[in-house]
């Protein structure tokens, strides 16, 4: 750093010293002592007065609520509220019974349908639910003509089990889908309670299709059914001669089966019996001769 010429040491005391001289002797600054305050001498009469203070006001409130009750008159029954619109008590609609007369679910499965306005549905049982021995299938085909405006697979399964008997979804698991000939198939893993005891059972539902296809299967003995028999035993539905479908639900039911499922085992195994051969005029024949008498 550069210094001016005429800028020393010597300068700068002086300048000091003239600084001193004008601005004077200057008192050292100390800290100054803290003001002590006396502790606060509790008044009990003061909380006493706030308590009575308090106590007459409730107790004004009090008198006036009362004064104000008996000068107003109690309402009379022509008085009384009564609205002025009221919403009417909307009953769901009935159900009637019809012919079960549009599917078939194997020969083993029997049949019930209901309609209501824009509704069918045709129900279709194979089993009990208290064989534990033999499995349990309850199939619900439902043709509205309306979209299936319901939520989860769960709502749909406590619906239907209430419907079969007063059953109840004691506990569900896994999802999952599984594909048949009608479209992808949603799962869940239940088990249906009920007086008879408990099930371990597989839900399904196809909500997509025109017809739509709810229910459940359950294995014998407490075991789950398997994957693929859910799908056959959707995959076996197949309309009756002659029944009176919509070109949809009927083109849906025309769809090829799944390879992976067998075909459906016949009404009865007994041999047919074959018609004689016939026997030839011209047909050599064995000689019988009468033996010779004696």
């Not at 009090?62 to 009953?91: H, K, Q």
């Amino acid at each position: 750093m550069r210094q001016r010429p005429d800028f020393d040491d010597a300068a700068l005391e002086r300048a000091g010293i003239a600084l001193a001289q004008d601005i004077g002797p200057v008192e050292p600054l100390l800290p100054r002592p803290l003001r002590r305050v006396s502790p606060r001498v509790p008044r009990p009469w003061r909380a006493a007065g706030r308590t009575l203070g308090a106590a007459a006001v409730i107790a004004l409130l009090s008198v006036l609520a009362s004064e104000r009750r008996a000068a107003d008159p109690p309402l009379s029954g022509e008085a009384a509220f009564v609205p002025r619109f009221a919403a009417p008590a909307v009953a769901p609609p009935a159900w009637s019974a019809v012919a079960a007369d549009r599917y078939r679910l194997g020969e083993e499965a029997a049949g019930s349908a209901r309609v209501q306005p824009g509704l069918r549905e045709d129900t279709l049982t194979a089993g009990t639910f208290a064989a534990q021995e033999a499995p349990f299938l309850r199939l619900v085909a439902a043709e509205a003509a309306e979209p299936d405006g319901e939520g989860s697979l769960f709502v749909t399964l406590a619906r239907r089990a209430a419907e079969a008997g007063g059953l109840s979804v004691a506990r569900t698991g896994e999802r999952g889908q599984l594909t048949t000939r009608f479209g992808a198939l949603d799962t869940v893993d239940a088990t249906l309670a009920g007086e008879e005891g408990r099930r371990a059972c597989t839900a399904f539902r196809l909500g997509t299709a025109p017809l739509r296809l709810e229910g459940w299967l359950c294995a014998p003995l407490g075991q789950l059914p398997e994957p693929q028999a859910v799908a056959c035993a959707v995959d076996r539905l197949t309309p009756l001669p002659g029944a009176g479908l919509t070109p949809a639900v009927a083109e849906m039911l025309a769809q090829p089966r799944l390879p992976a499922c067998a075909p459906e085992e016949p009404a009865t195994t007994a041999a047919v019996p074959t018609g004689r051969r016939p026997v030839r005029k011209n047909a050599a024949r064995v000689r019988h001769s009468r033996p010779a008498s004696p």
